[in-house]
């Protein structure tokens, strides 16, 4: 029989009630204090007040359990369990500082070396979504309250909906011409930004999300989510989960043809241009660099303004 995290699930969901609770108070305050850390983000008083209103429930909730946070860094359970909670106590602190509700808290646990569960809230939003390993994943307003989310059916580029949150960062892992390769073959593209766009993909409203910078924190609940609601999360190397250091999450059908353009793999040096033959076009638009090297065949379409 297969392990349960039902009472884990449960727990997620009080501690991000509690969290709900405390940034609402702070959301659109006048008066909310906001500071600038060394990798020039954002931190504010909310940031820092869920962070440790979690922290304390787990403490006593699940001693034996290992807690790393955004703001505190990780925390020894009170024994060897194999288990971490990964918080990210507001995802989009830029959004909640500049009062745009598109913002939430991100729960997370691991369990010796997998993720598990997962909880995401998003309380301006009025939603919330969860996971665990082997139930699927739900959006609702409680366990008992919910539906089950699936990922969408597309299965070509030209009929795909992309969302990133900038497009900041590509040019640092040298993936920006062909992220933009991407983006042009697609149907639509958008800047949902941060957890909305994993979550809107789990849910089937869009297809394709990647982002080339991200945290453990920013990835844990949303690799659970994503995955049990039939997609692929993986990072932009192709290894399983929220381990590397960027993300690419698709509805699965889509996941090679994606990381065709935006694979990044460090340590293969400079694009190599040699696997063609085929005499240069000066008016074609150049190919993203791993495109026949990974046996896709590039096809023609109208391409949305």
């Known amino acids: 029989m297969a392990h349960s995290y039902n009472d884990d699930l449960r727990l997620a969901h009080v501690l991000a009630d509690n969290a709900d609770n405390l940034s609402m108070e702070r959301f659109l305050a006048i008066d909310l204090q906001v500071e600038t850390k060394p990798d020039m983000t954002y931190v504010t008083e909310s940031d820092q007040a869920v962070e440790a ?9 699940r001693t034996r359990d290992v ?3 955004e703001e505190q860094g990780e925390d020894e359970g009170s024994g060897p369990g194999g288990r971490r909670w ?4 507001i995802d989009g602190t830029a959004n909640f500082v500049r009062g745009v509700p598109v913002w939430a808290t991100l729960i997370g646990l691991e369990e010796d070396g997998e993720i598990v569960a997962g909880c995401v809230s998003a309380p301006a939003l009025g939603r919330r979504w969860w996971a665990s390993k082997g139930t699927g994943a739900f959006t609702g307003k409680s366990l008992m309250s919910s539906r089950e989310i699936r990922v969408s059916q597309v299965s070509d580029l ?16 040298g993936r920006a011409d062909a992220f933009a390769a991407l983006m042009r073959r697609c149907w639509r593209t958008r800047a949902y930004g941060d957890f909305w766009s994993y ?6 409203a869009l297809d394709i999300a990647a982002e080339p910078e991200l945290n453990l924190w920013d990835m844990a609940a949303l690799d659970i989510i994503v995955r049990e609601a039939g997609g692929t999360f993986t990072s932009l190397a192709g ?40 005499p240069e076009d000066d008016d074609a638009e150049p190919e993203p660099d791993n495109v026949r090297r990974l046996g896709f065949a590039r096809e023609t379409a109208d391409e949305t303004p």
Not at 53 to 60: D, E, Q, Y
Not at 241 to 248: F, I, K, R, S, T
């Open 199 to 204: 979550m809107l993909l789990a849910e089937g």
């Open 67 to 69: 807690v790393l946070g």
């Open 53 to 61: 209103a979690i922290r304390r429930t787990l403490k006593s909730a």
């Open 86 to 89: 990964i918080i990210d106590p």
């Open 239 to 278: 290894a399983p989960g929220p381990w590397g250091d960027n993300a690419l999450a698709t509805n699965t059908r889509l996941h090679d043809a994606a990381m065709a353009y935006v694979g990044h793999f460090p340590d293969q040096g400079p694009p190599d241009q040699s696997w063609t033959d085929e």
């Open 158 to 173: 030209e009929s795909s909906s992309l969302s990133y949150a900038s497009l900041g960062g590509w040019d640092a892992i």
